[in-house]
C-alpha cells in the first residue's frame, strides 16, 4: 500500500483532545459480582485491550460512576514496569459499566481531527513505546510513572483524514488475520488440555493396530522408572550452551544459548554440570508445570549445578512423560511433595514419590503420536503469528518513520 507523505505533520496529543487527561479510580473490590466492573492493568497488554483482565466494583460506590468508560475512550497505563508503562488502546464498549483504575489515564479525541483506530495503531507504535519509556521516571528499579503532560506532549503523526482511514483499514486486516490467527490456537490449546484430561484419566483409551484393548495401566512411582544424571564437570574442554526444550534459565541465566563454545562465553566449566541428550532438568526452588526441560536431541549441555537431572528406565517413554508433566494433575502432585518454609524446595527425594499413570510402552507412543499432531499444529499457527507480526511491526516502521 503507498502511503502519499505530502500534508503529514507532528503535532502533540493535547491538540487532538476533547476531554481532559484524567486519572482512574481503584476502590476495594468484593468478589461476587456487582454489576459494575473495573479494569485490572493487564487489560492494557502488548496486543491491545483483554475485555477479560476485569473485576467486580463494589456495588453501593457512587464514585464508580464518574470513571465509567464509553465507547471512544482511550485508555493508557501510567505506571507499571518500563516495558509495560505507557500500554494504550482504544475501548470500543467491549464491557457495559466499566470503570477504569488509578493506575491508568483516560482521554477522548476530536474525531474531526484524528481517525480513532489509526491514533490506536500509532500510540502502539515502537516510536510512541520508545518515547514514554525515555519519559518515565519513578524511585522503584521495577516500577515507573509517566505524568498527564508527559501524555499530552506525545508527539503524534498525523497525515490527512482520508489518509488516516485508509491506513487504519489496511492495519485493521491485518489485526484481524492476526486475531483469528490467536483465536484458532487458543482453541487449540482448550482441546488439547481437554483430551489430555480424558487421556490420563483413562476415559480414552487406544486400542493395538489388530483393534484389540492393550493391557490396564499402571500407576508408578517416579522413583522407579527415572533415575538422577549429572555430575560436575572435571575436564578442562569447553562444551556448546544451548536451552532445554527452546527455554532460556537453565544455563546462567542472563543468556540466550546459541551453541556457542563455554569457553568462548568465559563460563568456568568446572562450575556446571554436563548432560546428555534425552536428558530432564527442573530447578528444584522454582517447580510447576511446564517448567521441567529436556534436551531431547543435544550432547553434552552445561547446566547450573543446582539443577536436578534426571533420565527415564526402558519401560517409560520420554515423549509421554514431557507430556504428562504439563498437565493440571501432575502440579497437583508436585505442591503435594514440595518442602521449605519461605521458599518452597522439590528435592530429587520427593520428586521419586510422585505417582504418575503409565500405560504400557506401545500405548505411550500412540498417544505421543496423538499429542504431537496437535502440538504440530499449534506451532505451525504460532510461526503464522510470529511471521504475521512481523510483517506488521515491519509496515509499521515503514509507515511511521
Given at each position: 500500500?503507498?502511503?502519499?507523505?505530502?500534508?503529514?505533520?507532528?503535532?502533540?496529543?493535547?491538540?487532538l483532545?476533547?476531554?481532559?487527561?484524567?486519572?482512574?479510580?481503584?476502590?476495594?473490590?468484593?468478589?461476587?459480582e456487582?454489576?459494575?466492573?473495573?479494569?485490572g492493568?493487564?487489560?492494557?497488554?502488548?496486543?491491545?485491550?483483554?475485555?477479560?483482565?476485569?473485576?467486580?466494583?463494589?456495588?453501593?460506590?457512587?464514585?464508580i460512576?464518574?470513571?465509567?468508560?464509553?465507547?471512544?475512550?482511550?485508555?493508557v497505563?501510567?505506571?507499571?514496569?518500563?516495558?509495560?508503562v505507557?500500554?494504550?488502546?482504544?475501548?470500543?464498549?467491549?464491557?457495559?459499566?466499566?470503570?477504569?483504575?488509578?493506575?491508568?489515564?483516560?482521554?477522548?479525541?476530536d474525531?474531526?481531527?484524528?481517525?480513532?483506530?489509526?491514533?490506536?495503531?500509532?500510540?502502539?507504535s515502537?516510536?510512541?513505546?520508545?518515547?514514554?519509556?525515555?519519559?518515565?521516571?519513578?524511585?522503584?528499579?521495577?516500577?515507573?510513572?509517566?505524568?498527564k503532560s508527559i501524555?499530552?506532549?506525545?508527539?503524534?503523526?498525523?497525515?490527512?483524514?482520508?489518509?488516516?482511514?485508509?491506513?487504519?483499514?489496511?492495519?485493521?486486516?491485518v489485526?484481524?488475520?492476526?486475531?483469528?490467527?490467536?483465536?484458532?490456537?487458543?482453541?487449540l490449546?482448550?482441546?488439547?488440555?481437554?483430551?489430555m484430561?480424558?487421556?490420563?484419566?483413562?476415559?480414552?483409551?487406544?486400542?493395538?493396530?489388530?483393534g484389540?484393548?492393550?493391557?490396564?495401566?499402571?500407576?508408578?512411582k517416579l522413583?522407579?522408572?527415572?533415575?538422577?544424571?549429572?555430575?560436575?564437570?572435571?575436564?578442562?574442554?569447553?562444551?556448546?550452551?544451548?536451552?532445554?526444550n527452546?527455554?532460556?534459565?537453565f544455563?546462567?541465566?542472563?543468556?540466550?544459548?546459541?551453541?556457542?563454545?563455554?569457553?568462548?562465553r568465559?563460563?568456568?566449566?568446572?562450575?556446571?554440570?554436563?548432560?546428555?541428550?534425552?536428558?530432564?532438568?527442573?530447578?528444584?526452588?522454582?517447580?510447576?508445570?511446564?517448567?521441567?526441560?529436556?534436551?531431547?536431541?543435544?550432547?553434552?549441555?552445561?547446566i547450573?549445578?543446582?539443577?536436578?537431572?534426571?533420565?527415564?528406565?526402558?519401560q517409560?517413554?520420554?515423549?509421554?512423560?514431557l507430556q504428562?508433566?504439563?498437565?493440571?494433575?501432575?502440579?497437583?502432585?508436585?505442591?503435594?511433595?514440595?518442602?521449605?518454609?519461605?521458599?518452597?524446595?522439590l528435592?530429587?527425594?520427593?520428586?521419586s514419590?510422585?505417582?504418575?499413570p503409565?500405560?504400557?510402552?506401545?500405548?505411550?507412543?500412540?498417544?505421543?503420536?496423538?499429542?504431537?499432531?496437535?502440538?504440530?499444529?499449534?506451532?505451525?499457527?504460532?510461526?503464522?503469528?510470529?511471521?504475521?507480526?512481523?510483517?506488521?511491526?515491519?509496515?509499521?516502521?515503514?509507515?511511521?518513520?
Amino acid at each position: 500500500m503507498k502511503i502519499e507523505r505530502a500534508g503529514y505533520k507532528v503535532v502533540p496529543l493535547k491538540t487532538l483532545l476533547t476531554t481532559s487527561v484524567r486519572n482512574g479510580y481503584s476502590p476495594v473490590c468484593p468478589e461476587a459480582e456487582s454489576g459494575n466492573w473495573v479494569l485490572g492493568l493487564g487489560a492494557l497488554n502488548g496486543n491491545g485491550f483483554d475485555p477479560s483482565q476485569k473485576k467486580p466494583a463494589p456495588p453501593n460506590d457512587q464514585k464508580i460512576q464518574d470513571f465509567l468508560l464509553s465507547k471512544g475512550d482511550f485508555l493508557v497505563s501510567r505506571s507499571n514496569t518500563l516495558d509495560k508503562v505507557g500500554r494504550a488502546s482504544l475501548f470500543r464498549g467491549e464491557i457495559e459499566n466499566c470503570a477504569y483504575p488509578d493506575l491508568m489515564m483516560r482521554f477522548r479525541v476530536d474525531e474531526k481531527k484524528v481517525n480513532l483506530e489509526y491514533l490506536d495503531t500509532y500510540l502502539k507504535s515502537e516510536n510512541i513505546r520508545h518515547y514514554f519509556q525515555i519519559h518515565a521516571a519513578g524511585s522503584s528499579g521495577s516500577m515507573v510513572k509517566i505524568t498527564k503532560s508527559i501524555l499530552e506532549e506525545t508527539p503524534i503523526l498525523l497525515p490527512p483524514l482520508p489518509e488516516q482511514e485508509k491506513i487504519a483499514s489496511f492495519l485493521g486486516a491485518v489485526d484481524t488475520r492476526l486475531n483469528q490467527l490467536r483465536r484458532k490456537r487458543e482453541l487449540l490449546h482448550t482441546y488439547k488440555r481437554g483430551v489430555m484430561q480424558k487421556i490420563f484419566s483413562q476415559e480414552i483409551r487406544f486400542k493395538q493396530d489388530d483393534g484389540f484393548p492393550f493391557p490396564n495401566w499402571q500407576e508408578r512411582k517416579l522413583g522407579d522408572i527415572t533415575y538422577k544424571v549429572g555430575e560436575k564437570n572435571k575436564e578442562s574442554i569447553a562444551y556448546p550452551i544451548y536451552s532445554i526444550n527452546n527455554k532460556t534459565g537453565f544455563v546462567p541465566q542472563s543468556e540466550q544459548f546459541d551453541g556457542v563454545d563455554s569457553n568462548d562465553r568465559g563460563y568456568d566449566i568446572s562450575l556446571y554440570k554436563i548432560i546428555k541428550k534425552n536428558t530432564f532438568a527442573y530447578n528444584p526452588a522454582r517447580i510447576n508445570v511446564g517448567s521441567i526441560g529436556f534436551s531431547r536431541d543435544l550432547e553434552n549441555i552445561i547446566i547450573s549445578s543446582l539443577y536436578v537431572c534426571f533420565q527415564t528406565k526402558n519401560q517409560l517413554n520420554n515423549l509421554y512423560l514431557l507430556q504428562y508433566i504439563n498437565t493440571f494433575n501432575f502440579n497437583k502432585s508436585v505442591l503435594r511433595n514440595v518442602e521449605g518454609g519461605v521458599r518452597n524446595y522439590l528435592f530429587f527425594e520427593n520428586f521419586s514419590n510422585i505417582k504418575i499413570p503409565l500405560p504400557c510402552l506401545e500405548e505411550q507412543q500412540k498417544i505421543v503420536t496423538f499429542l504431537t499432531v496437535i502440538d504440530r499444529k499449534i506451532e505451525t499457527l504460532s510461526r503464522k503469528i510470529e511471521q504475521t507480526e512481523k510483517f506488521k511491526k515491519g509496515l509499521l516502521q515503514k509507515l511511521f518513520i
